[in-house]
């Protein structure tokens, strides 16, 4: 039979399948075989020997944590406590991008603003829509729901902007505290979360601490600059171009005319390790 794994505790894989979780260990030739199962993965599995015999090819997996096969990131992102962070933003759209995830980005606290702080803020938010982000507001609980039918989610973003409170308001039976600890999951601050998928929305939520490493220098410099999605409608003269010292970069021309956010430009070249210089 076909599952997904939906939690694990030890060397315990709970296998989610028509409805019903199945406790299972794996084959023994998993662990010679270097063969590590988590949380998100599709699997073959016997439901009366509960054992699982195969892992099926993933959509993508994460190290930290350990997840995989997800479709989409709510990015949730406060406007103040904590202040709105572009460098913040740009890194987990980048990540997700690496990943073939779809980036949703998921304003909070917008109450917190004054109309002219959140007109500039506003501004920026419409370049990433203009370049094909989508962006939508805490208290877009319906278009939030139905986004999340038929998907495996994931609400990540910065520390205390918001994200159990706004599952709360999603699935109140989550009882998630704010400050991402969980009552009803029996998690403390200094409690070992354990990763697992849970049913929202007639969707899958994967509950996680977070993506607690967005450094990016493991990935590859060309793999950072493809994950800036409008760099690509600006074709340079070479194909391999970095958009730092070139000279004739469509891209760094597209920045001084200002049809590409000049932060997104900037925090580019901080990702692959580069300084800004004017030519």
């Known amino acids: 039979?076909?599952?997904?794994?939906?939690?694990?505790?030890?060397?315990?894989?709970f296998v989610s399948c028509e409805g019903k979780i199945y406790p299972c260990k794996c084959r023994g030739i998993f662990r010679k075989e270097h063969i590590i199962p988590v949380v998100g993965d599709y699997v073959l599995f016997h439901k009366d020997k509960k054992i699982i015999e195969e892992v099926c090819p993933r959509k993508n997996v994460f190290e930290r944590p350990k997840v995989s096969n997800i479709d989409q990131a709510f990015l949730v992102t406060s406007l103040k406590l904590p202040d709105f962070s572009l460098n913040l933003l740009d890194k987990f759209i980048s990540l997700m991008e690496i990943h073939h995830v779809r980036p949703i980005i998921c304003i909070t606290k917008k109450d917190l603003v004054d109309e002219k702080e959140f007109s500039v803020i506003r501004e920026k938010l419409d370049y990433y829509e203009k370049i094909g982000y989508l962006v939508l507001y805490n208290t877009d609980l319906s278009l939030i729901q139905e986004l999340l039918k038929g998907k495996t989610s994931v609400f990540t973003g910065q520390t205390g902007a918001g994200k159990s409170s706004l599952l709360n308001k999603l699935h109140p039976e989550l009882d998630l505290e704010e400050g991402e600890v969980s009552v009803a999951l029996g998690r403390g601050r200094h409690t070992t979360r354990v990763v697992q998928l849970l049913e929202v929305s007639g969707g899958k939520v994967m509950d996680t601490p977070g993506f607690s490493s967005l450094e990016l220098k493991n990935y590859t410099r060309e793999q950072i600059r493809d994950s800036f999605l409008e760099f690509s409608k600006y074709p340079c003269l070479y194909?391999?171009?970095?958009?730092?010292?070139?000279a004739e970069c469509m891209v760094k021309r597209e920045v001084f005319r200002n049809n590409i956010l000049e932060s997104r430009y900037l925090n580019y070249l901080s990702f692959i390790g580069e300084e800004f210089h004017e030519s």
């Open 1 to 13: 039979m076909k599952g997904q794994i939906v939690k694990i505790i030890s060397d315990c894989h």
């Open 239 to 246: 194909k391999d171009c970095m958009h730092t010292k070139e």
